[in-house]
């Protein structure tokens, strides 16, 4: 109500009708899912670049180590494949960190485990990562390789993310390889880190597995005489 040239004037604001909720509702929604994808990818990115920065920073303890060890990676246990997470554990006995949490501080706070892996391919004899030669138990066969075999430093993934988001396996994590594909960082043989899913990391190809040997980065054909890219 107001005063207009002497005379009141009565008025109200109108309520909102059942129409104009559902479409600003619908707006909101489209304006959302518009919004999402692009929080997701800018959220993933920033992981990739933190956990990059982590990688290069391990792969710095393992070249310190392996330069103490006669050019031998750490071997964290007696099975390659099923110790290939516990690798840091020689690294931090020699006194080049102090713990876990000093390899992977991320995951150590968010989940409590170290979520990089060494390839396991660092730890058996590459003449048993050819067709024809995997095993089904490999147990007891765990053997530090010289960083100076490595026939493709620059090709051959070393060090990596093994699942993704913030879960282990057990929380509902997926593996690097195989499934659905998402993307990893990677340090290769020379240090140098790359980002890719197990696709491109195979060579634009699914990979072929057999008794666990084929595994993108984690259990290359060829071993560390074999490429990932």
């Known amino acids: 109500m107001g005063w207009i040239g002497g005379q009141v004037q009565r008025g109200g604001a109108r309520a909102f009708s059942l129409v104009d909720v559902v479409v600003t509702l619908g707006v909101l929604m489209v304006l959302v899912s518009l919004v999402l994808p692009t929080l997701r990818g800018a959220r993933d990115a920033a ?5 990059s920065a982590s990688l290069r920073q391990c792969a710095a303890l393992v070249a310190m180590y392996a330069a103490a060890a006669s050019d031998r990676y750490p071997v964290g246990g007696n ?6 997470d516990l690798w840091y554990r ?5 006194g080049l960190a102090t713990s876990p949490g000093e390899i ?8 409590g485990v170290v979520r990089f892996w060494q390839s396991a391919c660092m730890n058996l004899a590459p003449d048993f990562m050819l067709p024809g030669q995997a ?3 490999w147990a007891g066969l765990a053997e530090a390789q010289r960083t100076t075999d490595v026939t493709y430093p620059s090709a051959k993934g070393h060090l990596f993310l093994a699942t993704n988001g913030e879960g282990t ?3 509902g994590g997926q593996w690097f390889c195989c ?4 993307r990893s960082a990677v340090t290769m043989g020379d240090a140098s880190v790359r980002r890719g899913d197990y696709i491109e990391f195979n060579g634009g190809e699914p990979p072929v597995i057999v008794d666990d040997i084929g595994r993108p980065v984690y259990t290359t054909w060829g071993g560390i005489r074999g490429r990932d890219q």
């Not at 992977?104 to 989940?111: C, K, L, P, S, V």
């Open 47 to 51: 992981g990739l670049t933190r956990d």
């Open 79 to 84: 099975h390659p494949i099923v110790h290939a």
């Open 90 to 94: 020689p690294v931090i006995a020699a």
């Open 104 to 111: 992977d501080a991320f995951g150590i706070r968010r989940r």
């Open 135 to 137: 095993r089904a138990d």
């Open 169 to 171: 396996l057990s929380e």
């Open 179 to 182: 499934g659905p594909r998402w």
